[in-house]
């Protein structure tokens, strides 16, 4: 039996969110680590954001879904989003890793919620944060240490991550609506919903900022 095209949706948007992280970390890796022990701690990020991508494809064809049909209509907006909010260095590269792509798991993880136990765990075991976070914290906090001027320009870098992601996360629901449903379901009270779903994402994103010393 086929799941509902939201479930498709959701996984296909995660496969490829999933894909695009490990592209977006091994080219950062590469291009704007300071040392070799950083480019290594990222790109060991990286293959575990491609072990995630696996367990999602592997899934949807279970499924008797394609797994690139299911991505396919997300390409050009998570590309979008790449392409407006691509680091200028090694800086902006880790608050993208954890602010930016941290609103977006939330998302992922709203919508989760409304799965059934055998593919909400699937889907935690890919939202899982793999060291993302201890890694990030760590070299942006001693960056801010050594050079506090930075905070403002980090902390201005982490709103617009978050404006573009909001954007292109309302280009997504407007566009595929069996995926919009489940943020928010058809028998719920929408605005009351949103405002609370909206009030969990604000105060994840705020614990983020504070935890980097934004």
Do not use: C, N
Not at 4 to 32: H, K, N, Q
Not at 80 to 106: N, S
Not at 135 to 156: C, I, S, T, Y
């Amino acid at each position: 039996m086929k799941e509902s095209p939201g479930v498709v949706d959701l996984l296909g948007v995660l496969a490829y969110a999933e894909l695009s992280a490990f592209a977006r970390m091994t080219e950062d890796a590469a291009s704007l680590a300071p040392s070799l022990a950083d480019r290594a701690a990222l790109s060991e990020l990286a293959v575990a954001e491609y072990a995630h991508f696996r367990l999602l494809r592997d899934q949807l064809a279970e499924m008797g879904a394609d797994p690139e049909e299911a991505m396919s209509p997300f390409v050009a907006a998570l590309d979008g989003w790449h392409a407006q909010t691509a680091p200028g260095d090694w800086l902006e590269a880790l608050v993208k890793a954890y602010v930016g792509e941290g609103i977006a798991l939330d998302f992922y993880r709203e919508a989760a919620r409304r799965l059934d136990p055998p593919l909400a765990k699937l889907v935690d075991v890919v939202l899982a944060d793999e060291g993302r976070s201890q890694f990030a914290v760590e070299r942006v906090r001693a960056a801010l240490e050594a050079d506090p001027a930075a905070a403002g320009r980090l902390a201005l870098w982490a709103r617009r991550l978050v404006g573009e992601a909001l954007s292109q996360g309302q280009r997504v629901a407007a566009a595929r609506p069996e995926l919009a449903r489940m943020l928010v379901p058809a028998d719920a009270d929408d605005q009351a919903e949103i405002s609370r779903m909206f009030a969990r994402l604000t105060e994840e994103h705020g614990k983020r900022m504070t935890a980097l010393g934004l």
